[in-house]
């Protein structure tokens, strides 16, 4: 698997800082402390951000995209999505989410939206991917792609190492 090359990693400044936590806490809906100390860094190219020595979001189709160890360290309260537990062996193999394993959805969900989608026993986070259809649309559903997934546990930007 390709290895995702780290450069440029320093500190942010307090007004990009404070710019970042409100991008992330307007499209995320997560509460972040004022004083949370981030970095950033270039991930071939793509502008990634780092907290606690973790890369937490990356800079993806003029947006933030959430990272899975962002989801973990942040802890999101919109735009998931539950899949059953029959989806998870192929969802941690980066497939794209199909609609009829989904039982659960955000309903403020619009199609384009960056989502990040969770088993329905752990509630743990499987991948971050960009909605295909409505989240009210998504459970009732018997067919179909309902997430084009972006980023999935084992991927390169689950393995950087910082």
Not at 110 to 124: A, Q
Not at 141 to 149: C, I, L, M, P
Request: glycine share 10%; hydrophobic share 40%.
């Amino acid at each position: 698997m390709r290895e995702l090359t780290v450069k440029r990693r320093a500190r942010l400044r307090s007004k990009e800082t404070k710019k970042v936590l409100a991008w992330i806490q307007g499209e995320w809906g997560i509460e972040v402390p004022e004083d949370l100390e981030m970095e950033f860094c270039t991930l071939d190219g793509q502008r990634a951000y780092i907290v606690n020595g973790k890369v937490i979001g990356v800079e993806e189709k003029g947006g933030f995209m959430i990272t899975l160890k962002g989801i973990m360290e942040l802890k999101p309260t919109v735009k998931w999505i539950t899949v059953d537990m029959g989806a998870v062996k192929y969802l941690a193999n980066g497939a794209d989410v199909m609609a009829p394993g989904i039982t659960e959805a955000d309903p403020e969900i619009e199609e384009g939206d960056l989502v990040w989608v969770r088993d329905e026993r752990n509630l743990r986070p499987l991948c971050v991917g960009e909605a295909l259809i409505k989240g009210n649309e998504m459970a009732p559903a018997d067919s179909g792609k309902a997430v084009k997934t972006m980023h999935y546990v084992g991927d390169p930007i689950w393995n950087v190492t910082l």
